[in-house]
Every structure is written in C-alpha cells, then in structure tokens.
C-alpha cells in the first residue's frame, strides 16, 4: 500500500490510484504507415524491469488525472512522481 | 481431586475473584486475570491436545502467541465457536467452555494415537509418496485423508458478533510494551510525535513487568518496580494512545500495518451483546518503532514434546505473573544463564528444583552461583537425551556431552520430575521488520538472526534487536532513539544498571543422543510433528533450498507458523548440508503474525453492505411491481416481472410478445451516459468511434463502436449530437466507468491538444424507453406539445422537449428493433415520467419488460451485447459489421489492428445466426459448435453466446461464433450435447425484420 504524491492533490492513498503500465510510449501519429512488427512493437512490447521503471497512474477516485511515476519495483520505493507531457527528474 | 498449584502473590491474578470454566467438559476454577493456560495449570491439567500427524499428548509449552501446542476449540457447537485458539492468549471468563482439537474419542484416550506407532511408516513426504498411484483410487483416498486432517472445527452457524475498520494515522507506532517499547512509547510522545503504542497482551511491561530479583535493578530499584513507574507515567501523557490487546498482524511497504484489536474477547458471553468484537486498525505511521521482543527457543532431543516440558520463560511467567507453579519436582534444561532467573524465581517462592542441566561446562555466572547456595545440583556439561511418561512426563536421561558437543559420553543418569523447563536462548521476533522487507544479518557469536537494513523510516529495539540483556537495552535504546527521532536526549541517559545476567551460550541445533537419529523423536515443529529425522531425510532425498524442505516437511506450516522450531530446522540444515546460516537465509515470514478471524478481515463488509449496489431512480416503482432483479455490474436492474405464478420463461414471452405487438417499456437508466463538449469534439469522436461523426448534424443520433487499439471491440453505444460543439454518449451498463476512464486517457496522454471535456452524466438522468407500434401514440400523451411526426422526428434523431416544466430529451433510437423512443429526464423525475407512461399506455397493455426481454428483442434483431456475443477477441468484422468501419478516415483506436496477419485470417471465428432443425429446441448458451462428432479428437469450431426461443418467430434462435463462419451460411453443425447431438443450421444473424420496416413505421 504506498503513498502516492498526486502531482496535483498531494499525498493519496494507493486505493486511490490506479496503474496503467509503461510510461514514455508515444501512440504512432501515422499508425498505417507501419508495418506489422512495428505496429506490434508499439501495442504488445512492454518491459518488465526489477529495479528503475516508468510508469503511467492514475487518480482514478481523485481528480482523475493521469501522470508518470519512476518507481524501484525491487523495493517499491517512488523516486518522482511528473505531470504528462514532462521529461523525467530521473534517467 | 486435583492438585492446586496455586503460589501466592501472582501478579496479574484478582484472588478475589473465582472464576468457573470448563475445560473438555470439566468445570474448574480459576482467578480474575488468569489465561485458560495458566488456570489449567494450576489445577495441574498440563495435556491439552493431541498432536496434527501422530496424536501424540501434548502439553501447554509457552506462556505467549507463540504456543503450537496448546490450541483449543472455545465453546463448541455454538455459533461463536472458534478452532484453533490458543490458550495462553485465552482470558478466561464465568462461563468458558474450550475443548481439545484433534483428538477422538477424547483427549486422554485418542483412537489417532496409534499413528504413533506406525510412525516409522509415516515419514516426511508419506502422504506424497503413498497417494500417488493408482491414480483412479484419488477420490477415495482423498476423502480419508480429508477427514483425518485439520484442527478444529469451523462454526456451522452465521456469527453473532459485529467486527469494525479503522484507520489511524500517526507520527510514531511502538509494537511492543516490553521495557524498551515503554522506553520508545514515552521518548516519541514527550518530544512532541503523536504517538501510539500496541500490545498484543491486556497489560503493559513485557516480560520485565515481573522481574523482581536482586540481580537486576534501575536506579537502586527492581527493575519492575522502575518499569511500573515508567508505565504510571506514560499512561498520563496527552500525546499517547495505548492499545492492549492489539496484536500487529502484516507489516507492508510505507508503513502500513493492519493489527487487531480484540475488544470482548475476554468478557463473558452475556456481556458481549451490542459490542464490536474486533476492530481491524489500519495503521500508517510515519515512523514505526519495533520492540516485538524475542521467544525463548526450545532444545531438540529425543521425546522432548512430552506434557510437562515447558519453555523456562514460560515456566516463570506462570509463577511470577500468574502464581502458578507448573510443577512439584521441576527440572530446567539450559545452555545459557536464562533458565537460572527462572530458577531464582522458583527459590524465591518454595518451589522445589530436583536439579539444573547445562550444557555449559563451567560458567561465571552470578545467578548460577546464587542457584547453587541453594544446594541445588547442577549437571554441567551434560544434556537430556530422553525423556519419560506418556500423557504427563515422569522421568528424563541426560548424559554427559563430548568435548565438541557431538557425541554423548559417560554412563546415563536418570532423573525423576513432573515438569521440564527447558531454554535453548532467545530469538529476536523479526517477522514484522521481515514482512516490510528489511533483510536480516546472522551474528555467528549467539546464533540469531537481527534487523540489519531498514526499507522504511523504521527501527528495531530491544531483543528483537539482539539485545538480550538489561544492560543492553538500557544503553543502546536510548541512543538507538535518539538518532531516529533526531532528538537530543532522553531520560535515559546515565542510569544505574545491574543486569546479572551472563551472554555465554552453548548453541547445539540438535543434541546428540545414544540412540541413532533413526529411533529418535526429536521434535522441531511441535504442532505438525516434523522431527530432526525428517528434515535430514529430506535433505538426503535432495531436497536443498530451506523453502523446499519446509513444504516437503511442513515444517513451520502450522497455525504457530513455527514461532519455536524455525532456527532449530535452518540450523540442522545448515549443520548437514555445511552451509552458512547467513547464506542459507530463512524462510519468508508472511501475514498474519497471529491467525485472524475471517470476521475481522471483512469487519462490517457482510450481508447487504459487502459490494456497493446502485438503484435507479425508478427502482422502487420495479420493486412494488414484483420484478425480479439481476445484477449488472454493481446495478440491480429489473430482469423480468412474473405475475401470479410465472416463470422467468413465460413472463420473458409475455413481455416480448407485448413489446412487438403493441407497447413495451424499459428502465434505461443504468446506461453510462458522458456529455462531451469542446471545438474538437467531433475530431474526438472520430479519433474514438470506427465509423465517421463530422457529418452527424445537430439533433441526430448515430451508433457507435469503439475498439481497443488491438482493434477488439470495447464497448458500443449511440451518441447524439446536441449542438455544434457537444454530443452525448451512451456506454453499456457495464462499461460505462472503464470507457470514461479510456476517453480521459487518450485526451489527458495521446491528443492533449484537443479542445474537449468530458463530465460522465450517468446518474444525472434518467432515462425511460418506450418501444412497440404503440409507443408513438403513448409519448405523444405524455408529451403532447412535440411533433412526433416521422417527417419532423425520423428514427435516429433526438428533441429537445417539456414535460409539464421539466426539460427532457427525447431521442428515437430503438435496441429492440421496434419503433421506439427514449425519455432522458433529471433524475428525479424519472419515476413520475415512468409512471405518466405506464398510465398512458394502459388502454395499449403497455407491458414493463426487464433486462431478460430485452436481450431477446435485440438478439431478435441481431443486435450485439458486448461482453456477451464478444469476449475481447472479436473485431468488427468478425461481428459482421464491416459496414460501421469507415474506410476513410486515416485513423481511429484500433484501426491498424484490423490488418494484422492475425486478424485478417478468414478461419477467425465469426459471430453467426443458428437455427436449430427442431424449432422448439432451445441451444445452452455456451454449448460448443462442432461440425464432425465422429473424428476424434473432435474439434471445436466455436461456442453460443445468445440463445433464446422467440415467441415473435416462433422459433428457437441463437448467436454464436464460428470459425469462418461467414462462409459457411445454409451449413448444418452440430451442437454436442451430454445426452445428445443438435443439429443445427448457419443462418444470417438478424432473424426479423432485416430491411428495418418496424423502426421506421
């Protein structure tokens, strides 16, 4: 059960939240230009890290907005939460 | 008669006031303050139970949560029945009634007690190895097995008591009122930390609590007298909450821990009534401070699980802290100094010690000195090598130990006693610190795993620490606080210690023995009778890694998950397969450190309260009018609504029948509803829907499909354009908060440049669906001032209206394939608009229909129900609804799934109509589709998603998916079936009125 810091209510309950997988993969703008690998390089492929990994959440019971998470999954530590559209604190 | 072991002067016990329980139907007495334990022992009952594998008696062994003996079943056969209890938690109460779990006829003469002497041919893994083969005799075996396993018996009746959650919030928790949790509790709350500090027991102090000897003083003063002091004084600061009898259960990530707090237990049945039993305390502290203590290890040696062998601890708590003597002829079995502070302790009240075994050969030790003024024989250097008497023991062997402690040596020396207290040192209880993932450190010196690295704003005091002794904790609590609070001093600085106690021990896992280990019983876990002899067999049959050994033996798998016996079991596998204990690690501590009752986990979550469940505002109409209800999502929605003696069946023809020949209406609220506005809104809708919206002018309505982006059809609903830059959707009942939540997600990440909002509206209106020939004239009633011409409002537009002052929206939109329309009203009103309609319909048998009519009237049609005809892997073209895919728009969610070489294959499987040769057959939904019964093996084409007899066609008619099932139109299948084969035919999926004649009449 972490704490999350809602980049825009603060510090919520984990109840609160939602997850929504791997952070940083941009929609193909020309989805019909690709092929098929490529295509599924971008709807299937996600990575599957213990240690360092970027996330997407939600506030789903909150104020509903999405954002990124760098999150440790080795020890569930969060080292930066950052609005959508934002580079990450963290490499 | 019973003998009275009572001494005086027990300091937990009101002799004043007697209490009557009954223990396996006996009635006994004991006092105010006693546990079941304790007043069991002072009327000199030590077997309690019988053992899981061989029945073996067993005894009362501990004093604490630790005990995997003891455990009783309390008042049996009553609706608060509880298995599995232990008894040296049990407070007992006027009127307790506990009895002994696995055991048959009776305790003292156990039928399963032969299994002891078949224990050679029960081994660790027995029941693996000898159930394996054949494999057809399973179920019988099964059946036996199942009826001689388990502990206890789960109540049979709903429970009478009423359980509650809380959350607390706090800036410092202490586990543990030991003298260091004291130390911790008073420090954080005087430096301003609002604090709380939990104890599993009903009073405060630990184990210090009743220390009053010489040997161990504060300040000049006993150290239970100091500590008392400490407690008076806490017990009056603002800043600290104490809970007793709250046990910590898990310990997870960022702090949060879930404890039990057991509220009546203790209080006799009567009074109980209109009480919370257990509150389940949510607890985040910004800083957690353990001070969980340590549990006194037993030795293994042969028979070393007989009623009357007790930890030494054990054996002072129940003299100094309840005045109970465990014994007449007492005999304490150590390797360090503990076992003599329990022997002060018997001095100082009378009680006789036949003599002291310690492993140790020559010890400077104070308190072994002060024991041995008392002309107490002392065996130094020697070990028990096996013990006497069945149901209660009468005699042990001890022997001398070699030099290395390996072999025993000398003649045998046999000693008469009827209580063996026994202490192999201290283990620091680090299963909470494990459980929030802090790793533990081996310190070779006294063979104990201690906190070495904190994952959270936590620390360890005290022993759970390794500071066993009272100079340590004295010293290193305060600076161990200091630092964690980041405060500059406490009140314990400089204090004047005497702490007696010598740190010498003499660890040896497992004791040598004259007998071969073949012959011994050497318990490690008491409560699944795993052996030494197990766990060796184990690791010659191969097995190496410990969370392996443990699952082949059981051993810590018990409802005491190996509080006593785990070292001993890591040691004895270290010993044989000459690994390092540090490097062979322990096994995962997990959740619950005590069992919890099924009560406390859902605490007021039971009956009507376990889920959430939403009405419409027209759900009391329904109720009124006898409907029976489903559940759609966390929606009750009427189903159908029998009258007289209907079956679901006949009112399901009724309704449907009414619905296409004159009028039917529908409660339509559940719908999802989101009002989308903004300058993009349409681009969005493209973006979102497959098929194209920027010509959809103002005042019409259209049906929608939206995929997933792996082109699988999520959800489906018409949208209606209400002005230039706002629509309102309509989602399935079910979906309705996922596709919410999906639309915010591709505007929030994917296309934030677009202008739009999106408000879900779902509660906000009502909404009533008037369907049938009749409906036109009926609405025009209810709403007379609108033009319902086909000319001005054509099927799939919508208008603005009035009823009498109350804005609506009325759209004609149709599910059934009737001509209908659809009243969106504010909520509130939706009952009175319901009820304008059945009034007006009534010289048109305006006939109610529920969910189950209407899943008949679209599949009539031909109209899909997502998440019934599709299951995440159906595309729109599997559906056969290539038409509402638009070929032109560049993108939209899902598009370029549609041509992956998956979903391109023709051998998909397609969603068909089926008709059955005999027209009165109706299919099972789900049934398999097969289209050769006599090759095996046979394969499976696909399955029926809707199935159905429609009393409009007269006919049996199903949905279904097949594998290339376009092509496959006019060809018979069979449907297998247990008791017989149906024939079926492919057909065209709209069974009536395909050119739509009836929409538009």
Not at chain 1, 72 to 78: G, K, L, P, R, V
């Given at each position: 059960m972490f704490v999350i810091n809602c980049p825009f209510c603060g510090e919520r309950e984990h109840s609160e939240f939602k997850a929504g997988g791997e952070a940083h993969i941009v929609r193909p703008?020309?989805?019909?230009?690709?092929s098929d690998d490529e295509w599924a390089e971008y709807l299937f492929m996600r990575k599957n890290i213990k240690g360092i990994q970027f996330e997407r959440w939600n506030h789903a019971h909150g104020c509903r907005k999405w954002f990124n998470m760098v999150r440790?999954?080795?020890?569930?530590?969060?080292k930066a939460v950052y609005k959508m559209g934002e580079k990450p604190p963290i490499k | 008669m019973t003998k009275n072991l009572r001494v005086k002067?027990?300091?937990?016990?009101?002799?004043?006031y007697r209490i009557l329980f009954k223990f396996n139907g006996k009635t006994y007495y004991g006092f105010k303050g006693d546990t079941l334990s304790s007043a069991l022992l002072a009327n000199d009952?030590?077997?309690?139970g019988r053992s899981f594998k061989y029945h073996r008696p067993r005894g009362i062994m501990?004093?604490?949560?630790?005990?995997?003996?003891?455990i009783v079943q309390l008042h049996?056969?009553?609706?608060r029945t509880e298995p599995n209890v232990r008894a040296t938690e049990v407070e007992i109460y006027d009127g307790l009634e506990a009895s002994s779990q696995n055991c048959w006829p009776n305790v003292k003469f156990?039928?399963?007690?032969?299994n002891n002497f078949l224990s050679p041919l029960l081994p660790a893994g027995f029941y693996y190895k000898t159930f394996?083969?054949?494999?057809?005799f399973w179920k019988k075996y099964e059946y036996l097995i199942r009826k001689s396993a388990g502990l206890g018996k789960s109540p049979?009746?709903?429970?009478?008591d009423v359980y509650e959650h809380k959350y607390i919030h706090c800036d410092v928790l202490v586990i543990g009122s030991g003298i260091s949790g004291i130390m911790a509790a008073k420090t954080a709350a005087k430096s301003g930390f609002k604090t709380l500090l939990v104890d599993?027991?009903?009073?405060?102090?630990?184990?210090?609590?009743?220390?009053?000897?010489?040997y161990f003083k504060i300040n000049n003063q006993n150290s239970s007298s100091w500590l008392e002091k400490e407690i008076n004084e806490i017990?009056?600061?603002?800043?600290l909450e104490i809970r007793i009898?709250?046990?910590?259960?898990a310990y997870h990530g960022y702090n949060f821990l879930l404890a039990r707090e057991n509220l009546t237990?203790?209080?006799?049945v009567e009074q109980r009534?209109?009480?919370?039993?257990h509150k389940l305390l949510k607890i985040r502290a910004k800083k957690v401070i353990s001070a969980t203590g340590s549990i006194e290890r037993p030795m293994i040696f042969d028979?070393?699980?007989?009623?009357?062998?007790?930890l030494s601890s054990a054996i002072k708590r129940y003299v100094d802290?309840?005045?109970?003597?465990?014994?007449?002829?007492n005999i304490l079995f150590t390797n360090n100094d503990s076992a003599y502070e329990t022997a002060i302790t018997l001095i100082q009240k009378g009680i006789n010690i036949e003599a002291i075994v310690d492993n140790r050969e020559e010890v400077d030790s104070k308190l072994l000195y002060e024991v041995e003024k008392n002309n107490i024989k002392i065996f130094k250097g020697y070990t028990v090598t096996d013990t006497f008497g069945y149901?209660?023991?009468n005699k042990i062997s001890i022997k001398q130990l070699s030099k290395d402690g390996q072999k025993v040596v000398g003649s045998k020396i046999n000693l008469s006693c009827d209580c063996l207290g026994v202490s192999g040192g201290w283990t620091p209880a680090v299963h909470l610190f494990t459980q929030s993932g802090g790793k533990l450190k081996f310190?070779?010196?006294?063979?104990v795993f201690i906190p070495s690295?904190?994952?959270?704003?936590q620390l360890s005091i005290g022993s759970c620490n390794g500071d066993f002794t009272l100079d340590e904790i004295l010293i290193n609590t305060p600076r161990s606080l200091k630092e964690f609070l980041n405060i500059?001093?406490?009140?314990?600085?400089n204090l004047e210690v005497i702490s007696s106690a010598n740190k010498s021990k003499r660890n040896i896992w497992l004791l040598p023995s004259d007998k071969v280990l073949g012959k011994?019983?050497?318990?490690?876990d008491y409560q699944n009778d795993a052996t030494a002899k197990d766990i060796k067999l184990a690791l010659r049959e191969g097995f190496r890694s410990i969370e392996h050994v443990k699952r082949y033996t059981t051993t810590g798998m018990g409802t005491d998950q190996g509080k006593l016996g785990n070292m001993h079991a890591l040691g004895i596998i270290s010993e044989t397969a000459g690994a390092k204990m540090g490097e062979l690690g322990t096994t995962t501590f997990r959740p619950p450190y005590t069992p919890l009752t099924f009560g406390t986990i859902v605490g007021r979550n039971?009956?009507?309260?376990?889920d959430i469940f939403r009405k419409t505002p027209i759900h009391n109409w329904h109720e009124k009018n006898k409907a029976e209800f489903e559940n759609v999502g966390q929606w009750k929605r009427a189903w159908y609504y029998p009258k007289e003696n209907e079956n679901m069946h006949q009112a399901v023809q009724r309704e449907s029948k009414a619905a296409r020949e004159s009028a039917g209406i529908l409660d339509a609220s559940t719908l999802g509803k989101i009002d989308i506005q903004g300058t993009d809104a349409s681009e969005f809708l493209n973006r979102v829907y497959t098929n194209a919206w920027s010509?959809?002018?103002?005042?019409k309505c259209r049906y929608g499909l939206m995929l997933n982006e792996d082109g699988m059809v999520y959800d489906d609903g018409v949208t209606t354009r209400l002005g230039e830059n706002r629509y309102i959707m309509t989602t399935t009942t079910g979906g309705a908060a996922n596709v919410m939540g999906k639309l915010e997600d591709y505007l929030q990440?994917?296309?934030?440049e677009l202008d739009v909002y999106l408000t879900s509206v779902t509660d906000h209106f009502a909404t009533v669906s008037v369907c049938g020939p009749n409906s036109k004239k009926i609405v025009s009633e209810v709403i007379?001032?609108?033009?319902?011409?086909d000319e001005s409002f054509p099927h799939m537009s919508f208008k603005n209206a009035k009823i009498g002052k109350i804005n609506c929206r009325v759209m004609r939109i149709s599910f059934t394939g009737e001509h209908s329309y659809e009243i969106n009203i504010q909520s509130n009103y939706g009952k009175s608009v319901w009820e304008k309609c059945i009034e007006a319909g009534k010289e048109y048998n305006i006939t109610p229909y529920g969910t189950e009519t209407m899943h008949l009237l679209r599949a009539e049609k031909g109209f899909i129900i997502v998440g019934q005809d599709t299951d995440?892997?159906?595309t729109p073209i599997d559906l056969q609804?290539?038409?509402?895919?638009?070929?032109?728009?560049?993108?939209?969610?899902g598009k370029r799934s549609l041509y992956r070489s998956d979903t391109i294959r023709e051998d998909r499987k397609q969603l068909v109509g089926l008709l059955t040769e005999d027209p009165n057959e109706v299919l099972e939904e789900g049934a398999q589709i097969v289209a050769?019964?006599?090759?095996?093996p046979i394969e499976m084409l696909g399955h029926i998603t809707s199935s159905y007899y429609s009393p409009n066609l007269k006919k049996s008619i199903a949905l279904g998916v097949v594998k290339?099932?376009?092509?496959?139109?006019?060809q018979k299948l069979i449907i297998p079936m247990e008791k017989k084969n149906i024939n079926v035919t492919v057909a065209?999926?709209?069974?009536?009125d395909k050119e739509n004649k009836r929409l538009n009449a």
């Open positions: 703008k020309q989805p019909t230009e690709l440790d999954t080795s020890n569930d530590e969060i | 002067t027990g300091k937990a016990i009101d002799e004043t009952v030590h077997l309690v501990t004093a604490g949560s630790e005990e995997p003996n003891a049996d056969k009553s609706s156990d039928i399963g007690g032969i394996m083969w054949p494999a057809s049979t009746e709903p429970d009478p599993e027991k009903p009073n405060l102090g630990g184990s210090t609590i009743y220390q009053n000897s010489d017990k009056k600061l603002k800043n009898r709250t046990s910590v259960a237990d203790h209080l006799p009534k209109d009480k919370t039993r028979n070393n699980d007989r009623p009357g062998i007790l802290f309840f005045g109970v003597a465990c014994g007449e002829k149901k209660r023991i310190r070779e010196d006294d063979q690295i904190y994952p959270s704003d500059k001093n406490t009140e314990y600085e011994t019983k050497s318990f490690v039971v009956g009507e309260y376990f010509k959809l002018a103002i005042g990440t994917e296309w934030p007379p001032d609108l033009d319902f011409s995440a892997t159906m609804m290539d038409w509402i895919v638009s070929k032109k728009k560049y993108d939209f969610i050769d019964v006599n090759k095996s290339g099932g376009k092509n496959m139109m006019g065209d999926p709209v069974f009536l």
